[in-house]
């Protein structure tokens, strides 16, 4: 079942002295469940395209539809409250809050929706076990390893019961085997809970756990590979 579709879409950045095209008629259905990892030079276009589907950019040309619902038919208010409920992201740097724990950093977009105190407690208790991190839910970032922060981030991510995860260069900033760990992590999930995930990379050992890979070049998109599962 397709969760996002892209139809015909190009991006151009103007400014006075030139135009980009950063991304150009590009056509791709995002399924339920898919585990896609999008490879591309610096520049072909690959945080445009993040940038797009979480709806916090807008197309030039062309069509972004989540759920059947089109994002160019939207408000500011409800494209933003689209990417609250259907959509979780996931940074190179965390972006944790310092100041909250890590608790507290994924309770953070449950406050936003205005759940109960109950089930944040229910659902932030879950899922930090899921990623292996009960026993530091107390910690400041400050206080936890770069993988454990992104695992941190993973949660929050996931916390809310999204759609589709977008990750932006997650392993970036960590050493290949923990990079590798929290490929694996997301892999779990996103056969536990069938929720779509599109990793952005330059490291190319996440490639091999692809169920679709794609490559951005000078932005164009071509679909490289489609791997079943077993
Ligand atoms: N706000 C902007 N204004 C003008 N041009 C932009 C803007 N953002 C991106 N671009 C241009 O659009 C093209 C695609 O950029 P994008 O950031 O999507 O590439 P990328 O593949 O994510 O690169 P990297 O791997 O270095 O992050 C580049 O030529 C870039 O210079």
């Known amino acids: 079942m397709a969760i996002i579709k892209l139809e015909n879409l190009s991006k151009t950045y103007s400014s006075q002295v030139e135009e980009v095209q950063a991304l150009k008629n590009i056509n791709l259905t995002i399924d339920k469940g898919d585990f896609i990892v999008v490879n591309g030079p610096s520049g072909s276009g690959k ?3 993040l940038n797009l589907l979480a709806g916090i950019d807008e197309a030039s ?3 972004i539809q989540i759920n059947n619902i089109s994002l160019s038919s939207l408000s500011d208010r409800e494209r933003t409250e ?3 409920n259907k959509i979780g992201l996931v940074f190179q740097y965390f972006e944790l809050i310092p100041v909250l724990t890590a608790w507290e950093n994924v309770e953070y977009p449950l406050l936003l929706q205005k759940v109960s105190k109950s ?3 229910r659902k932030v208790d879950r899922i930090l076990e899921q990623v292996g991190l009960s026993k530091m839910a107390q910690r400041l970032p400050s206080q936890l390893s770069g993988g454990q922060k992104q695992r941190v981030a993973i949660a929050r991510a996931l916390v809310t019961d999204p759609e589709i995860v977008l990750a932006d260069e997650p392993t970036g900033n960590l050493d ?3 990079g590798e760990k929290i490929i694996e992590l997301m892999l779990n999930l996103n056969r536990e809970y ?4 599109v990793i952005v990379t330059h490291d190319l050992f996440v490639n091999k756990y692809a169920q679709k890979l794609i490559e951005i070049q000078d932005g164009i998109l071509k679909i490289k590979e489609v791997n079943e599962y077993a």
């Open 47 to 49: 945080s445009t395209l």
């Open 119 to 121: 089930e944040r407690r």
């Open 82 to 84: 689209l990417r609250r």
């Open 176 to 178: 290949t085997k923990t």
């Open 194 to 197: 069938n929720v779509a995930f």
């Open 61 to 63: 040309l062309g069509d």
